[in-house]
């Protein structure tokens, strides 16, 4: 057996492998392509036929099952792509048929086909195969397959692949090595700051004073023309594109953008002006037409040296990049997220020209699709292209194009600061074809919210308490709650989270009791609690605004505020006792100067409006006052009848004690609920307690000491109209859970409270936000927000009139899942206002905010 190509040792040789590809090994049976990808890929990179055809046959060798085997392989291929993975196929591969699909495969997902093709003499491929007792081969096998891969080195590259490498014999099979390159696009180890710019269009004055502004210093050549800019912090610029066309200066803006490019003070990705005219530099036949004819007269000025430059300045851009650990992609006219990192013509087309419609409009330009209305990404995108009115976020994107040249401004977003900085044209460079309305995704009210985001089985993410499952049967019944009956979607940035009651007390003559709070504070390591008072009425979020304009600006719906329950239906049905309300909140607040405190001209507000009644009148109608009044009907009647028959000399003296307890249990079930009842009339009557401000613009305030809180919520109590006030303050008294004295003193106050008629308590870590330190029996994680603990004759409306005698059943409640509600809801609510203060898009918000309704339909003991 003689092989001329292995007689002497080869060289290594690096093959260069893109990290995300798919590559095709190609070579006949025998050739060692399963050595060669054990030995240069993980063993979960390789996708491999035989292994495929055991799945579905049982036998690697069985010839049979190829076809299915095949489905299989591809299947998983293009699973693998979809992900993001890098993936080799290992198959023979030999047949055009079989490479046609898998680059097709990677067509689909936009990523690179790259073969490597193992070209090993048919005799050895022959004697391996004849070692291998579980393949026996035809003889004619090997020979027709090695005629195939004679004819596929002709054309591998016309067929689609990108890069494809031939070994040739043995040795140069041992001695490659694999090199994995990253994308052109993967930049995700710059994490910033960046300054990005958005269309220039040949505006050079506006781009200095631009620069300057952002901080930039300006470096000047001899005849003093700006050739660099640096930031003194080391910040870097970055150019969405349109560099080029319509302007006055475009040989001055592409001297000054390369210049930092060389430097290192600046990246850029091309715009379609940039692709147009370098496909014109480079004497393809193009359409001279919307402002290019300005940059071909203005280049003709310039040397043939600076023309050079910029061709090859222009070739070597690349269509998009990801930034920040992927957290940021800048492009020119925008990207969905599932071509964010891939490569092919199509995600090139995307970047610099964005999607039509397929319509016109009006002035005969295509229709751009709204693609940024639908975009759900992970990551920021940062474009131009379409020039809008102003710049504004819009689901995690962002239009820069603010017609610079057609006399609007030059806008910059400073990143990761997520600021704003414009300056204005100095005059109108270029009459625009249509006026700037809005066209961008970007500037259009669109589709904020859509059923795919909230239906099926949802993950969503909490920075608080992990990954919080939200099951299908739950969803669907959150949807129809929130279908229905609640408010615009747009304004629920937040719904209340379920709240656990204290450990079942062992005490006589108590479900709860102030003393299992406490020691189970104790126990997570939190010393300092704080006892806020339980109102005798229903929770409420109020969102307050100064003006009706703000909520338009901010949430996007016309509105004075609004206030809901913990469902999301608004609480009052009547929207002008709600706007008096609100109203009252406004003067308090505005009184109280929280508006200026907190930077903001809204304010979200956890509350409890009472009477109960307001709310519950039904409730208390069909369920406390019936029950009551067939006690007041009944229980007296059989009082008397059986003091008849005492007096008769029946021995009734058991039955009779008996149905005086009775009656007794049914006068203080009736007084319990009573309590929570009141006629109101207009804003007569009503209270409010607020006890937490939950949000402000650009602030989750829900994570401050509640002291803290109970302060702002003093002041704005204060200011509430002394001749007929609506705002009640809460009560409350700071506990150490380590000092028995302090723990006397809170069980004494709570029994002081629910002695006078009151519900109870909640019991809160007065630093709010307490993750619990793992040790000492211990494990992590998020301690309860808040346990209430009730009083007994509140207890009495929960469980029923004569719920104290039997009390051991009722000990035996299971306080797990609901525990666990709590947290999830809790961390949820948390996230939502997390996402709300970070400015991200509203189906972000909604998403958490939507899983904490659909937790709400938990199975779960309604009492507790």
């Avoid at 560099?243 to 060389?262: A, H, K």
């Amino acid at each position: 057996m003689t092989d001329t190509t292995t007689a002497a040792p080869a060289q290594v040789r690096a093959l260069p492998v893109t990290d995300l590809s798919l590559v095709v090994l190609v070579g006949t049976t025998g050739s060692g392509k399963s050595s060669f990808a054990r030995k240069h890929f993980l063993p979960t990179q390789v996708v491999s036929s035989d292994f495929c055809r055991g799945l579905v046959a049982d036998d690697e060798n069985d010839q049979s099952a190829s076809s299915d085997a095949f489905d299989v392989l591809h299947y998983i291929v293009g699973k693998r792509l979809a992900a993001g993975r890098f993936t080799v196929v290992d198959a023979t591969n030999v047949q055009q048929e079989a490479r046609r699909r898998l680059v097709q495969i990677a067509r689909e997902h936009d990523v690179l086909p790259i073969a490597i093709v193992l070209d090993v003499p048919p005799d050895v491929c022959a004697e391996r195969n004849r070692t291998r007792p579980d393949r026996q081969l035809s003889p004619h096998v090997i020979p027709r397959q090695q005629r195939e891969l004679r004819r596929s080195l002709r054309g591998l590259e016309r067929e689609g692949f990108r890069k494809v490498h031939v070994l040739r014999g043995e040795a140069e099979v041992g001695a490659a090595r694999i090199v994995i390159e990253k994308r052109f696009n993967d930049l995700r180890h710059l994490t910033g700051p960046f300054d990005i710019v958005g269309d220039i269009h040949g505006c050079r004055s506006e781009l200095e004073t631009l620069l300057v502004r952002l901080g930039y210093t300006l470096t000047r050549d001899e005849q003093g023309r700006p050739v660099d800019a640096a930031h003194p912090e080391g910040r870097t610029a970055v150019f969405v594109g349109d560099l080029v066309d319509r302007g006055p200066d475009t040989p001055g803006v592409l001297r000054l953008v390369m210049g930092m490019v060389v430097a290192g003070h600046a990246i850029c990705v091309p715009g379609n002006h940039e692709n147009k005219l370098g496909r014109w530099m480079a004497g393809r036949k193009v359409t001279v037409s919307y402002g290019l004819q300005e940059s071909v007269d203005q280049l003709a000025g310039e040397s043939e040296e600076f023309r050079a430059q910029v061709q090859a300045f222009m070739r070597d851009l690349v269509s998009h990049y990801l930034l920040d650990g992927g957290d940021l992609v800048v492009c020119h006219a925008g990207l969905p997220e599932k071509y964010h990192g891939r490569t092919s013509g199509r995600v090139r087309s995307h970047a610099l020209y964005g999607d039509t419609t397929g319509e016109t409009d009006e002035y005969g330009l295509p229709v751009r699709y709204p693609w940024a209305e639908e975009y759900r990404g992970r990551a920021l995108v940062v474009y131009g292209h379409t020039p809008v009115p102003s710049a504004s976020f819009l689901n995690n994107t962002i239009c820069l194009d603010t017609g610079c040249v057609f006399g609007g401004s030059l806008t910059a977003l400073r990143y990761p600061e997520r600021e704003l900085v414009s300056v204005p044209a100095e005059q109108e460079w270029y009459a625009p074809v249509r006026p700037m309305h809005g066209d961008a995704p970007g500037a259009r009210d669109g589709r904020p919210l859509d059923l795919a985001d909230v239906a099926g089985r949802r993950v969503v993410d909490t920075t608080h308490h992990g990954r919080v499952a939200v099951r299908e049967e739950n969803a669907a019944a959150a949807l129809e709650v929130m279908s229905r009956f609640a408010l615009d979607p747009r304004l629920l940035a937040y719904l209340p989270p379920t709240m656990a009651p204290s450990a079942t007390s062992r005490r006589e003559g108590y479900l709860e009791h102030p003393e299992e709070a406490f020691f189970a504070y104790r126990h997570d390591g939190v010393r300092q609690v704080v006892c806020e008072e339980k109102h005798m009425g229903s929770r409420a979020v109020v969102l307050v605004t100064r003006d009706a304009a703000v909520l338009e600006k901010r949430f996007g719906v016309e509105a004075p505020g609004a206030v809901w329950t913990r469902t999301g239906r608004a609480f009052l049905s009547d929207e002008e006792l709600t706007g008096a309300v609100l109203d009252r909140v406004r003067a308090a607040a505005e009184r109280a100067g929280l508006f200026e405190e907190l930077a903001s001209d809204w304010l979200l507000l956890d509350a409890e409006l009472m009477p109960w009644s307001l709310k519950a009148a039904e409730l208390l109608r069909r369920q406390y006052a019936a029950v009551g009044a067939a006690a007041g009907a009944a229980l007296p009647r059989a009082l008397a009848a059986l003091e008849q028959g005492t007096g008769r000399g029946l021995e009734l003296a058991e039955l009779t004690e008996r149905q005086r307890r009775r009656a007794a249990d049914a006068e203080a079930f009736t007084a319990a609920y009573r309590r929570y009842c009141w006629p109101t009339e207009g804003l007569s009557g009503i209270r409010l307690a607020p006890f937490q401000v939950l949000a402000a613009e650009g602030a989750n305030l829900a994570v401050r000491p509640h002291d803290q809180h109970l302060a702002w919520i003093d002041r704005l109590v204060a200011a509430d109209d002394p001749q007929e006030p609506i705002l009640r303050s809460t009560g409350r008294l700071v506990v150490d859970t380590s000092d028995e004295e302090s723990i006397a003193a809170g069980v004494a106050w709570w029994e002081d409270l629910t002695a006078a008629g009151g519900e109870g308590m909640v019991v809160k870590p007065l630093a709010s936000l307490v993750r619990r330190e793992v040790g000492e029996g211990r494990p992590g994680g998020l301690v309860q927000p808040g346990i209430k603990v009730r009083g007994r004759e509140y207890l009495r409306i929960i469980y029923g009139p004569d719920y104290t005698r039997h009390l051991e059943q009722l000990r035996q409640r299971s306080l797990g899942h609901k525990r666990s509600l709590a947290l999830r809801e809790y961390a949820l609510g948390l996230e939502a206002l997390d996402r709300l203060a970070a400015g991200e898009p509203l189906w972000r918000v909604h998403e958490a905010v939507f899983a904490v309704l659909a937790l709400e339909s938990e199975p779960v003991d309604p009492r507790l």
